[in-house]
Nanobody, 128 residues
Framework: QVQLVESGGGLVHPGGSLRLSCAAS????????MGWFRQAPGKEREWVSC????????YYVDSLEGRFTISRDNAKNTVYLQMNSLKLEDTAVYYC?????????????????????WGQGAQVTVSS
């Protein structure tokens, strides 16, 4: 069974950092563009970032103001989200997702409907 498993979430103070990992099993991430989404309590799921299969294209939601970095290691079949200078409003469940490449290795999807597989989510809580 195809799986994406997130790890690295937790409780952190404002200004702190966390790195989320998303490991794939039973399929190769190399053929998939990857994305991170988040859902805060009482809010709709929000796209956060994407990275193309080549890693050459990366996009982020504007509100992050450069605090997060997405990366991938296809040899380890893993995608990462480095989160720095965390704020209270970053509190959410974070989901990784995989989108089968459709438009070339610089394609970077941002719509949830474009993704084929989803992880179970990792809780990130920013609290003082």
């Amino acid at each position: 069974q195809v799986q994406l498993v997130e790890s690295g979430g937790g409780l952190v103070h404002p200004g702190g950092s966390l790195r989320l990992s998303c490991a794939a099993s039973r399929f190769s991430l190399g053929a998939y563009a990857m994305g991170w989404f988040r859902q805060a309590p009482g809010k709709e799921r929000e796209w956060v970032s994407c990275i193309s299969t080549s890693g050459g294209t990366r996009y982020y939601v504007d509100s992050l103001e450069g605090r997060f970095t997405i990366s991938r290691d296809n040899a380890k079949n893993t995608v990462y989200l480095q989160m720095n200078s965390l704020k209270l409003e970053d509190t959410a469940v974070y989901y990784c997702a995989a989108a089968r490449e459709k438009y070339g290795n610089y394609w970077c999807p941002a719509m949830s409907t474009q993704f084929n597989y989803w992880g179970q989510g990792a809780q990130v809580t920013v609290s003082s």
